[in-house]
């Protein structure tokens, strides 16, 4: 009878323990994939402002959007903010590409309010303009899904 009831649990254990170690990867979360979102609404803002597309940058964008520019290269730190239409006015116009990428992209979520943080590389065409840090915060707007609502970004001395 012993023997009996340890096979039956070595059954269960074996039952129970089918898929465990390495194999097909779990999809992911519900929290996985808003990060995704997210990183998505960072990265079509990127490819919006490297062809300097106006109408992209407006459905990025939040209307109530802005951005804060913080320029620590030279001896004094200079901080200045626009709206998000002045900023989008600005960068539309005629010129070469505006190339930035990010590298390690942090996302947090909590309901409706996101944050991305990632170090970032731009270039002007073809030459390395700066470096820096982006801190994007981004609202989940309904249907629209998630918009960026703030740009906080240094302006940096690449190494």
């Excluded at 989008?88 to 930035?100: D, R, T």
């Amino acid at each position: 009878m012993k023997r009996a009831f340890v096979g039956s649990c070595a059954v269960i254990l074996a039952l129970l323990c089918t898929g465990c170690g390495s194999g097909p990867e779990v999809p992911s979360t519900p929290q996985g994939l808003e990060e995704d979102l997210i990183v998505g609404v960072v990265q079509d803002f990127f490819q919006a402002l490297e062809a300097r597309e106006k109408v992209r940058l407006e459905r990025v964008l939040h209307e109530d959007a802005t951005l804060t520019r913080i320029d620590v290269r030279g001896a004094e730190r200079s901080v200045s903010r626009s709206s998000g239409s002045d900023w989008i006015s600005a960068v539309s116009v005629s010129g070469p590409p505006l190339i930035e990428r990010m590298e390690g992209a942090q996302v947090e979520v909590a309901e409706n309010l996101a944050q991305l943080w990632a170090y970032y590389t731009f270039q002007i065409g073809d030459s390395l303009s700066h470096c820096g840090y982006d801190a994007f915060q981004l609202v989940k707007t309904g249907p629209e899904g998630w918009r960026i609502l703030g740009v906080t970004y240094t302006i940096e001395t690449c190494p």
